[in-house]
């Protein structure tokens, strides 16, 4: 057990030296981010302007470059938890439908007799029928006009159920719907917001979703939480609709199939409107900020080729006519249509700042969020306060250090030198593989590595006292050695399995800080009884043929 | 010369008192449980809603200045502590302002932060906000369940790790000193009043994790000496193998104590209750793997033919370490 093949030490020698060669550029930390951004700002086709060459230039590029990423609490930055509203898209789904099964119950307008849609909850769609008494047939005609899903659970499922309610023929989506609508609504969302956080061009954004219906934004370096909500927390939801009359009562019944909106500035003034929109912005395809002819902030918008017909035909039939502007809910104005608008573009005006024009385009641009969203959980952190962790981090996990360089050196002597070269390189090692795997080092991440140091140690120390004991009994140093190592194994796999399954359920468990300790503990398990099972042992094993000493000091 | 902690041979007798140890433990157990009940843990926004502000200025304190500044606002409950670290400059004033958790489902509206953070402007124009965080009371519910979920689920996993490798003798007595443990650290909580946010979660994880470590070398080598001192007592056994482990116990504990305690000292003050935690743990475990642990083992008893290579046994194992 003492002899170690030379193919063996070539790859624990090796392996050492990748895992240091990775490591090395997280001790040159902003010049290395320096270098990996403009390389990346290039390669986006960027001018390679001189400050940018110089950046590439500052770090050799055939080193390795990969870097730890810091966590939010180490960088600063925004963090939020936001649940989208995913039953706000089934209206409109219905809403999508309604035109199909209309169609069809007027086709039988003699049996079932005229019908109305009435206003009903949100998640569902009632129709009045003047022949009570056929409402059987009625469900039926509407329910033929399901289509059939392909779902996972089984065939047969359509999209919507239609039932009889007290002489209404009420519609409801299906679970399976529901379900797909919920998964696209999500898919749609984490799309959009990438869009727009993207759009303001921060560094690394981590947007995940996270469960059924939720979403986690974490943005380093932008300002604040607010900021960050502000623009992704705006549904954007542009319609142009009919209006019916202004009012300046909060309280005044719109009728059915209207809606009372209020005015986006003026809070006396309130408009009924059509609830049907004429054109959505789901049909934009470009919007940017602009001026209108008197100078003052504006946005411009341009429809796909189908937005443009109905623009254009609906601006052609309504010359006269006032027409909204609806911004989530909110006229933003009411301008008169004053001749046929052909071509599908034009302009909003309102009382815009800048910034405001400006940020109406971004989220115009980059496309309606399908559903609103709740704010679960926000959290900023400065920037300063990140870096005030990071060296308080430093300087504590430095003092951590050579305090138990020392520690050991005084209580094994030269066995303990080479469990501190182990120590060493075991934080290289951890450093190393973070930057490997692009894991994120949170400030409990950090206090994971200060705990492995603490930690790291068990394993040398287990074989050095196994080694003490054995060489009191033992025939002679080298027998002992072996003994130790031998018998010490049990011990260490079974002490850093069970810290080991630790770590494991505080990663799965976890989520943002604690998740980045659960990392650092791990991956310090790890790399830990690498060294110390092999690194300490060859250091050992080199030294012990070299000087054959009759006695050992451990 | 070298420094030892410990002297090469102790025999030292772990088991003669025993009831001291395992009955102030007991006490111990009870007295935090009831401190729980009673006095009640310091949860953080994490666990039960609501939103708080770091402030930092120049400018000293005045806590009840700040007091009076929220009170117009009419946020319900609202704490202020002053938060002291040797690490501040001398004119670094840094507080935590806690608000209790609003109406509605969602974190914390805008509005209510503006309002807070121009209401300390308002009589301190110096002051910063830097960090700002808000937890809705959907998810801090969560956050609870997720919590004790894994806690519980760790426990169960040693349980059944160790019930695998050993007896289960060893591991009911393992995770009794895990339970052990993870009440005291309770208990400690709730008598300081220290914050129990998440990352106390994550310290008591790997209290479990240290706990359990010091446990299973001692039983290692307890399973070793079961078997080559095949006609000795069980409580010599385990004296033995307690004073044959304690020096390298000793050894690991001074050096994870001596990394966590310049952690402790010089890591700021965002980290400190998750330190203190896992300092706490360490002191806590090294005790329990030693007095409660190997005691409950003693107590239980442990079957030893699986040494008697006794063929109707039918293991087929029995004679591989011979």
Not at chain 1, 422 to 445: H, Q
């Amino acid at each position: 057990m003492l002899q170690f093949s030379i193919w063996k030490k070539s790859l624990i020698l090796a392996l050492c030296l990748f895992g240091i060669a990775l490591a090395v550029p997280n001790t040159f930390y902003s010049r290395v981010e320096g270098h990996n951004d403009a390389v990346l700002e290039i390669d986006a086709g960027l001018p390679a302007t001189p400050e940018r060459l110089a950046a590439v230039q500052a770090w050799p590029s055939w080193l390795p470059s990969g870097l730890v990423n810091l966590g939010l609490d180490l960088r600063g930055g925004a963090h939020l938890l936001a649940e989208v509203k995913v039953e706000e898209v089934y209206e409109a789904r219905l809403d999508g439908m309604w035109p199909v099964i209309r169609d069809a119950m007027r086709a039988e307008r003699d049996v079932i007799g005229t019908i109305r849609r009435q206003d009903s909850a949100p998640d569902e769609m009632r129709i009045r029928i003047s022949n009570p008494d056929q409402i059987a047939r009625a469900v039926e005609i509407a329910q033929s006009q399901a289509r059939s899903i392909v779902t996972l659970t089984g065939i047969g499922a359509t999209d919507f159920v239609a039932s009889g309610e007290d002489g209404q023929v009420v519609i409801r989506l299906s679970e399976a719907e529901q379900l797909a609508t919920d998964d696209r609504t999500m898919r749609q969302s984490l799309e959009i917001i990438r869009r727009r956080v993207d759009e303001v061009g921060t560094r690394e954004p981590t947007i995940q979703r996270q469960g059924d219906r939720r979403i986690l934004i974490q943005v380093p370096g932008i300002g604040s939480a607010d900021e960050l909500k502000s623009l992704i927390g705006t549904t954007a939801k542009l319609t142009f609709h009919p209006v019916v009359r202004t009012t300046g009562n909060a309280d005044a019944s719109p009728g059915a199939r209207n809606l009372l909106l209020p005015d986006l500035e003026d809070s006396s003034v309130f408009y009924i409107v059509e609830q049907s929109p004429v054109v959505t912005g789901e049909e934009l395809v470009d919007a940017q900020p602009a001026f209108d002819q008197n100078g003052r902030p504006a946005v411009s918008f341009r429809f796909n080729p189908s937005g443009g017909r109905k623009f254009g035909q609906y601006t052609a039939e309504n010359i006269g006519n006032p027409f909204a502007i609806v911004l989530d809910e909110e006229v933003i104005s009411a301008p008169v249509i004053q001749a046929h608008i052909p071509g599908g573009s034009g302009i909003i005006t309102g009382r815009f700042t800048v910034e405001q024009s400006t940020e109406l385009a971004v989220l115009l641009r980059a496309g309606a969020l399908p559903a609103g969203m709740d704010f679960l959980e926000e959290r900023t952190i400065g920037p300063e306060l990140g870096q005030d962790s990071i060296d308080a981090g430093k300087i504590a996990t430095m003092i951590a250090f050579g305090a138990v360089l020392v520690f050991m050196a005084l209580s094994y002597g030269l066995f303990g030198l080479f469990a501190n070269v182990a120590l060493i390189l075991n934080v290289a090692l951890i450093f190393a593989l973070l930057s490997a795997i692009g894991a994120t080092l949170t400030l409990p991440g950090i206090a994971g590595i200060v705990l492995t140091i603490g930690m790291a140690v068990d394993a040398n120390v287990l074989v050095f006292e196994r080694i003490r004991e054995e060489l009191k009994t033992a025939k002679g140093p080298a027998r002992a050695i072996e003994l130790g190592y031998e018998r010490a194994i049990s011990a260490i796999v079974d002490a850093n399995v069970t810290t080991f399954i630790a770590a494991v359920i505080l990663f799965a468990m976890g989520s943002g800080p604690v998740r980045g300790f659960a990392v650092t503990l791990g991956l310090g398990i790890l790399t830990s009884v690498f060294t110390a099972i092999w690194v300490t042992r060859l250091m050992i094993v080199i030294w012990f043929e070299r000087r054959r000493p009759r006695q050992i000091n451990v | 010369m070298r420094l030892k902690l410990v002297p090469s041979l102790t025999k030292i007798d772990f088991f003669r008192r025993s009831y001291i140890p395992l009955g102030g433990s007991i006490i111990a157990m009870i007295v935090s449980v009831i401190l729980f009940a009673v006095v009640g843990l310091n949860y953080g926004i994490d666990f039960r809603g609501g939103t708080t502000i770091r402030t930092e200025s120049t400018q000293a304190v005045d806590v009840s200045a700040y007091r009076d500044a929220l009170q117009s606002l009419d946020l319900g409950d609202v704490s202020i502590t002053e938060v002291f670290d040797p690490n501040f400059a001398a004119d670094k004033h840094v507080t935590q302002v806690r608000i209790e958790q609003q109406e509605g489902s969602e974190s914390v509206t805008s509005e209510t932060i503006l309002a807070i953070e121009n209401a300390l402007q308002g009589f301190d124009p110096n002051i910063k906000f830097p960090s700002v965080e808000s937890v809705g009371p959907k998810v801090s519910g969560e956050l609870i369940q997720t919590a004790v979920l894994a806690v519980v689920l760790a426990i169960s996993a040693v349980l059944i790790y160790i019930w695998l490798r050993f007896e289960w003798q060893f591991s009911v007595g393992a995770v009794a000193a895990l339970v052990h443990d993870v009440v005291l650290t309770i208990g400690i909580f709730s008598i300081l009043q220290i914050k129990f946010d998440l990352a106390i979660i994550a310290a008591i994880l790997t209290i479990v994790g240290y706990s359990l470590n010091d446990t299973v070398v001692v039983f290692d080598r307890v399973r070793e000496n079961l078997r080559k001192y095949k006609k000795l007592d069980l409580r010599e056994v385990l004296n033995l193998s307690i004073n044959e482990t304690l020096s390298r116990t000793v050894m690991t504990s001074v050096t994870t104590l001596i990394a966590l305690i310049s952690l402790f000292i010089l890591g700021g003050d965002v980290i400190r209750g998750f330190v203190f935690a896992m300092i706490w743990g360490v002191i806590v475990g090294t005790y329990s793997s030693v007095f409660v642990a190997s005691n409950i083992l003693l107590r239980l008893g442990v079957k030893r033919d699986w040494s008697n290579s006794d063929p109707s046994a039918g293991t087929q194992f029995a004679n591989v370490d011979a």
